[in-house]
């Protein structure tokens, strides 16, 4: 009996030996074809060149569609469709203008969503705080028609540079919000970026229910520091912002989706994507071109290695992820919606195609009861850092369909110095750190449409 | 009894607990103090755009060792001092010439070592491989007199770019004393480099004693392809090079030396450094005014948070490395010379001033009593991988002097890129990654003042 217990107990061991050699096998032809003939790189050259940033509801986001729709068809895939979304419409307009008036002319952007100034433009008195702190302190008294400038330096002492994002981004999501509540003209902003240079980051903001909107924009790091210095020189001097941005009429787009269909269990669903919308400066290369064609490359490289996944993986390059996610929010209400597929785990690439260092995961996953084995695996690849953490804005809807998320986690220094920027162009991708990142992204996919989620 | 033996148990280990809370807060120290004070990277930009680049025995150079000193000097060190160092004086001289005669001229660039060619060039016919193991088959008959073109494409599918240096690179290193044993009258070599594009990589080559030395030089990876096309066409097409370097005589330079001077163990010496030479293209920027302008900023930190080391921390800009290690051969010769010092670890960063991933270390260092706690401190900085590996080129003739060996290892996805080009310039550095890896490197050198290396 004891014998046999042992000797059972090895060929279990034995057999999950096996598979782990298979799996380790099954990665290197995943990293050797990607690595090798892997056309991300292309393809993302292709989209930034050719058709560059492309804001929902521009003609340039209906190029895009189009062009990842022809792409995923070249591909050979078992199935290519185009999911209807509608999506705001907002345009910058002619370009904006910004003058310290006596200093001179600064790098100024309209934030995403901001409302356009009078025709003459705003020409008022700026008030700099460094924080909402210092906004309270002063209080509606010495804010109500005046410019509100946030001065709030991007942190550079922290590791991943997403955490400064995180305590310097609130000043652009809702630094316009709290500066109208207490009465103020218009609102300016330092960039919320980790480069100390000239180019200037939009984004989103928000206004909370109830409150009025305001013009709001950001100024260039370097420009920043240019009115905080004139400001010092000259407390009471005026800033002059000129903005002609609208929202319009929203308007019909489109989800791009592509999939190969899994053999043995062809409705468990596994989505892979990024967004293919980008704010409309630069080229949207790493914010999120990057995502979207390392999601299809994953499909590639299945498909010319020959490996067929038992469940069914889906690539989606999702539109609006900047400023609204309709295209999430409409692929996340039909997952919650259907009932003959399950989506069970989705991953995204939006964090930029820079070296891979790892995953964002779920906390559930990190029971998996192979996840040792995974990680053992991925480490080979420099991947070797699962954290428990955000997985994406596009595949975040997908939560209500009971979807286990994970997110790309690349290596973060430079995300932040590009980011919604005229800077964030092709030539800043490195094809070997987008291809590195698209064979993980294969790898894991691949895996769990083997494992499941378990 | 028990009661005692389990409250001393506790008292050590809330010791242990303590000593590494010290080690975490000085970690965090360092780490704010770089990231947000931090000159590596302005420093770096001084060397690369009011110097440029700065090969050994060029007057470049010497005003290299000027900056260094003058720099080192502005920071109020224990002590700063040159080290004399006799170095080779190769000079490149006009800018060489290279032609595919009946299709067009190609991008060229000599390799460090090489000799001349005649003033009117060499034009003969080329003999292409892909491998050593090609041109042993087609023997000293089909060689003789001919130009042999090596066209190794680097290999993509390496995880670490290094190694497919170490694959691609004894084309550079050696393949022209291969060719040269059987009768070829000049070499030339696809640039070992990991970018498709149009600039050609230098670096030494060599030749085996007795063997002819042939002028070599590499074409950029988009012009061998060029070569490889039109020898299709017309196998029989011939070359056209025209080269004019030169062999001066050595010539006096220095090591560049400064320290902060250990409390307790004053003559045991923790080297930091990098080299300050760089090839003649571009501006020596990842390689390797990182490293050098990296360690520096180590003990800039140190002092500014007020952090006295135990043990001395001496930071060596290496003169040399490029063409001769005379820099790293001198000062290893004077260690190992020394009884008035011991030299018990030096750390070099020479692979990019990347996003640090880990250190290179020598085997004995894993089991060092204090080595686990290390890497979970590190872990958090993302320098998390260490592996036994290369320290690096300056230092290694330490290893005589009994010295244990550390190598900043960073993502090395981009280096390959750049590596010896033109391209190698300050443009291509990021500030928070600079900052990231002189960070960490200054957390090693404190911790190894702190506890040795056993």
Not at 235 to 246: A, D, G, H, I, W
Not at 373 to 394: C, I, N, R, W
């Amino acid at each position: 009996m004891i014998k046999h217990f042992i000797a059972g107990g090895l060929s279990l061991l034995s057999l999950a030996v096996q598979a782990q050699q298979t799996d380790k096998q099954v990665f290197e032809k995943i990293f050797d074809e990607t690595m090798l003939h892997g056309e991300a790189y292309d393809n993302l050259h292709d989209l930034c060149k050719n058709i560059g940033h492309r804001l929902a509801g521009s003609p340039q986001a209906d190029m895009a569609v189009r062009w990842s729709y022809e792409l995923m068809q070249s591909y050979d895939l078992d199935s290519v469709w185009l999911q209807e979304v509608m999506v705001p419409h907002w345009v910058r307009g002619a370009k904006e203008y910004g003058e310290v008036i006596n200093f001179g002319q600064v790098n100024m952007l309209a934030l995403g969503g901001s409302i356009a100034t009078p025709k003459e433009g705003i020409t008022e008195q700026v008030i700099e705080v460094k924080d909402f702190d210092e906004l309270k302190a002063l209080g509606a008294e010495k804010i109500k028609g005046k410019i509100v400038f946030y001065n709030h330096i991007f942190p550079q002492n922290v590791v991943n540079s997403f955490d400064g994002y995180g305590e310097a981004g609130p000043y652009r999501w809702r630094g316009a919000s709290e500066a109208s509540k207490l009465g103020a003209k218009a609102v300016i902003i330092r960039s919320v970026g980790s480069a100390h240079d000239d180019f200037a980051h939009t984004g989103s903001t928000g206004f909370a229910d109830g409150v009025k909107k305001v013009p709001c924009a950001a100024l260039s790091a370097v420009d920043a520091d240019f009115l905080h210095d004139a400001l010092i020189k000259e407390p009471s001097l005026k800033f002059k912002m000129v903005m002609n941005c609208e929202m319009l009429d929203s308007v019909k787009s489109y989800n791009v989706i592509a999939q190969i269909t899994g053999t043995q269990f062809p409705n468990e669903i596994i989505v892979v994507g990024g967004h293919l919308d980008s704010w409309d400066v630069g080229e949207g290369a790493h914010d999120d071109g990057s995502g979207c064609t390392q999601s299809l490359e994953v499909l590639r490289t299945l498909k010319a290695i020959n490996v067929q996944p038992k469940r069914t993986i889906r690539c989606i390059f999702y539109m609006n992820e900047e400023n609204g996610n309709m295209g999430g929010k409409t692929y996340g209400a039909y997952a919650k919606g259907t009932n003959k597929e399950k989506h069970i785990a989705a991953l995204e690439s939006d964090a930029g195609g820079f070296s891979p260092r790892g995953f964002n995961v779920d906390t559930t996953f990190l029971s998996h009861p192979k996840f040792d084995e995974l990680v053992e695996l991925m480490s080979f690849y420099g991947a070797y850092k699962f954290e428990v953490g955000h997985g994406g804005t596009d595949i975040g809807p997908l939560e209500g369909a009971g979807t286990k998320l994970f997110g790309l986690s690349p290596d973060s220094q430079r995300y932040m110095d590009l980011h919604h920027t005229e800077n964030d162009t092709f030539d800043k991708v490195n094809k070997r750190e987008l291809h590195m990142g698209a064979s993980v992204m294969g790898m894991l996919c691949w895996w769990l449409s083997e494992y499941g989620v378990k």
